[in-house]
């Protein structure tokens, strides 16, 4: 994850002043306890078990309450020598890490660690790996965890080479199903422009395209937790069970849980296509995304044009589709090679 190589340039003192901006706000706005378990595992995993063997846990736990409680009654803070424990499981001692980390940072000091403890030279920092589908491309992939990731047109999926190791977070920007392996350990976290999803061993679909007016999950099997990516509205969680299915109105920023049907929701992984009271604007947008065309539209009133109803086309080229739906919206089109034109009749 960007922002955790951001922390380890920062362990380095060779971070920029963007950098430990960027750090600050993350750190400020968008760890919760579950981040920084993670974090601090991740960075424990890379230090060596001789460094390991030598801290002691005790006297820094004792220090992050002392810390933890004059927060209460001060506002600035120096701190000269500090080394990071291994995560504890109660809830307590991960509030104590969560508000070590905020304290330690945001009170402008440095986060040192104690040198015969952690080597910070051994800390890894991760190589993102991108994977993308182009207009009229669908893929698979398998990751290292043994999750399985199915990509829609047009879509990209960036995680670091470390993960299924200490963590298992993805950014997301398009649409994709998530057939995730049980991992307790280690939550599966899908975070794209809108929304956030965490896991443990389930499938689920995230759709979340930058130029459509809503974003959703769509849970097929096991249980997911919800929560928006925007700061501001980030405390609101909803939990989602099968065939249940959380959309956000990219506009209003309501977001509303209803049920659906796989079979029309999921249909796309089997290369079939389905339109559900949806505009020909979107309905465009759809098909030059999943036959790799541009779609032009001669005449006016394109706004008033809405598909009523379910329509399911399995696998059906574009003309019939076209066909189809012009018969019943009031249009006729022609096909020229990748150039199709839309007339409206109406």
Not at 318 to 326: D, F, T
Request: glycine share 4%; proline share 1%.
């Amino acid at each position: 994850m960007e922002d955790k190589n951001v922390l380890y340039h920062f362990l380095r003192d060779d971070c920029s002043e963007e950098e430990r901006n960027q750090l600050h706000t993350w750190l400020a706005n968008d760890l919760d306890e579950n981040d920084a378990n993670e974090l601090l595992l991740s960075i424990w995993n890379k230090t060596a078990n001789k460094a390991k063997s030598s801290i002691d846990k005790e006297r820094i736990l004792e220090g992050v309450k002392a810390a933890v409680k004059a927060q209460t009654t001060e506002s600035n803070y120096e701190y000269s020598e500090i080394a990071l424990a291994a995560p504890k499981q109660n809830k307590f001692t991960s509030l104590l890490a969560v508000m070590s980390i905020l304290i330690i940072v945001l009170a402008g000091g440095y986060f040192l660690t104690d040198r015969n403890s952690v080597n910070v030279d051994q800390l890894h920092v991760a190589r993102q790996i991108e994977k993308t589908t182009s207009k009229g491309q669908r893929s698979s992939i398998l990751l290292r965890d043994g999750s399985k990731v199915t990509l829609n047109s047009e879509t990209t999926i960036i995680y670091d080479d470390n993960f299924g190791l200490d963590n298992r977070r993805i950014q997301l920007n398009g649409e994709a199903f998530f057939e995730v392996t049980k991992n307790k350990n280690l939550p599966f976290t899908v975070t794209s422009a809108h929304l956030v999803t965490r896991a443990l061993g389930t499938s689920f679909n995230v759709r979340d395209y930058v130029d459509e007016e809503d974003a959703s999950i769509a849970l097929a099997t096991g249980e997911v937790k919800v929560n928006r990516t925007d700061v501001s509205l980030k405390e609101v969680k909803v939990i989602l069970t099968p065939n249940e299915q959380i959309t956000v109105d990219k506009t209003s920023k309501e977001w509303s849980k209803t049920v659906f049907n796989p079979d029309y929701v999921l249909s796309w992984k089997e290369n079939n296509l389905y339109f559900n009271n949806m505009h020909l604007a979107d309905i465009i947008k759809t098909l030059e995304r999943w036959y790799n065309v541009n779609i032009s539209v001669v005449g006016e009133g394109i706004e008033k044009l809405k598909y009523e109803g379910t329509g399911k086309f399995e696998r059906q080229s574009l003309e019939n589709i076209l066909g189809s739906l012009g018969y019943t919206m009031g249009f006729e089109s022609s096909v020229n090679e990748k150039q199709i034109i839309i007339h409206l009749t109406n």
